[in-house]
């Protein structure tokens, strides 16, 4: 079984976007990283990558082609304080989903990976 179907597929994976958008589209340092007006669009992106990276359907690379994280997120700047506000808000989603160590725990390990990983700048 894999990760996505063991937290609940789509919708639990759907529920961990929505919770971690709803503190982006309040947050005055992250929100400005998100130009649509709508913040649809990146949620229904991050969702469809997350679904793919953790075992589910491949439609992110059917629409979008290869992942290339650090390139897509190249244009915009992102240091110590971004990576943190962004993980604070991803961690209060993972929170949200009330999931058992087994399965909370790698969730969390990559997505605090990535973070880190994006970084680009400096504080």
Same mark, same amino acid.
């Given at each position: ?18 919770e971690f958008y709803a503190?982006?589209? &309040?947050?005055?340092? /992250?929100? =400005?990283?998100?130009?649509?007006? &709508?913040?649809?669009p990146a949620a229904d ?21 290869? =992942? ?31 999931? =058992?160590?087994? /399965? ?9 990976? @990535? ?5 680009? @700048?400096?504080?």
């Amino acid at each position: 079984m894999t990760l996505f179907e063991a937290i609940g597929g789509e919708p639990a994976f759907r529920k961990l976007v929505d919770e971690f958008y709803a503190g982006v589209a &309040d947050d005055p340092l /992250l929100r =400005p990283m998100y130009p649509e007006e &709508d913040l649809g669009p990146a949620a229904d992106r991050l969702t469809l990558f997350l679904i793919q990276y953790w075992g589910g359907p491949r439609a992110y690379s059917e629409q979008r082609g290869h =992942p290339r994280l650090r390139m897509r997120h190249a244009p915009f700047r992102i240091a110590g304080a971004e990576r943190d506000a962004w993980l604070r808000h991803m961690r209060r989603a993972v929170d949200a989903l009330d999931l =058992p160590p087994q /399965l909370a725990d790698p969730l969390w390990d990559y997505l605090e990976r @990535a973070a880190y990983f994006m970084v680009n @700048a400096e504080d």
